[in-house]
């Protein structure tokens, strides 16, 4: 028989098939199973080439400094922020990842989210189970349809939001870094214009250093009493604490919210407010996407492990700087 590659696995995948189809194909270790991870790390690093983990677990420099072999890390997700790009780029290790495969899931989720905090959907199943609906009405809510959508962030999960939003005779407009060319939707050259013109204002920016709460306390302000924000990104983008204040004495009307700054912990005062949604980050938590997400995993493994080259690399790779 062949010696299967050896894996280092950072910690448990989002899809327990994938654990297991991982395990079939390579020696794996999963290190969050080691009873001292960081010995564990001391004393065998040297022996992992390979290392997989995903976007939510992330990769920090200490495991990387801790793996001086390291030459590909397979990250299961479209986001990279939480993989330490210094220590990475350091050491001169690649990094795949699973673009394109989740855009339509995590679209469809900004529409639940922006369906949801409009018309005061999870609201209303707490009405109805705890017996309100014998004892009055449901107040009334806000239409989604016809409105303006700023979308922040115009990539494949923006543009994705984008085309939903054309079912629902919204008018689009987006602010990104730079003009998305070919992109049929207004431009709007900052976040506080995009904030200003929306009634309902998506993030599907990257997150990281780059994006860290510009959603602050003044764009929320702009988004004004009659706004509301959905975040189907990274909870980074947002200064939560300024969010909260904002929904709790109406400065905007509602929220929907799958990505917190500190995940899974959700700012207490959100819990208690009734105009937020808050799911616990399943935008991609569908067995299609999952399962995509997972094939594209493996591929980009096998294929960095048979030719050097994986299918999906995150832009800043260590290949990409040198090509
Ligand atoms: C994943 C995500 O569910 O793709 C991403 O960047 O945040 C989600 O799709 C998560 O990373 C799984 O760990």
């Known amino acids: 028989a062949t010696t299967r590659p050896r894996v280092l696995q950072y910690g448990k995948m989002p899809l327990p098939q994938l654990d297991a189809e991982l395990a079939q194909a390579y020696a794996v270790t999963l290190l969050s199973e080691q009873p001292d991870p960081d010995r564990f790390l001391a004393e065998h690093g040297a022996q ?75 609201a209303s199943d707490r009405f109805v189970r705890r017996g309100g609906w014998s004892q009055g009405r449901f107040g009334i809510h806000t239409r989604a349809s016809g409105k303006r959508l700023g979308i922040f962030g115009m990539g494949r999960i923006g543009s994705t939001v984008a085309r939903r939003a054309s079912g629902f005779d919204m008018d689009v407009a987006y602010h990104n870094r730079r003009t998305v060319e070919g992109s049929p939707h207004q431009y709007l050259p900052s976040l506080l214009e995009l904030a200003r013109w929306a009634d309902i204002l998506v993030i599907t920016a990257a997150g990281g250093d780059g994006t860290r709460h510009l959603v602050n306390a003044e764009v929320l302000a702009a988004l ?100």
């Open 224 to 323: 004004g009493p009659q706004g509301f924000l959905v975040n189907v990104a990274r909870g980074s983008v947002v200064d939560e604490a300024a969010l909260a204040d904002a929904l709790q004495h109406q400065r905007i009307a509602g929220a929907g919210l799958d990505v917190f700054e500190d995940e899974p912990r959700p700012l207490p005062a959100l819990l208690a407010l009734d105009n937020v949604v808050l799911a616990p980050h399943i935008a991609s938590g569908t067995h299609e996407t999952r399962r995509a997400m997972a094939d594209l995993v493996l591929r980009n493994l096998a294929q960095f492990i048979a030719t050097g080259e994986p299918e999906a690399e995150v832009p800043w790779s260590a290949a990409q700087q040198t090509a």
């Open 48 to 122: 992992f080439e390979y290392l997989v983990t995903t976007a939510a677990l992330g990769l920090p420099a200490r495991v990387v400094d801790a793996l001086p072999k390291l030459k590909f890390v397979s990250s299961f997700g479209v986001g990279f922020d939480a993989l330490d790009k210094d220590a990475l780029l350091r050491r001169g290790a690649r990094v795949g990842y699973t673009p394109g495969v989740l855009d339509d899931c995590v679209a469809d989720m900004a529409f639940a989210l922006l369906l949801d905090a409009t018309r005061g959907l999870s």
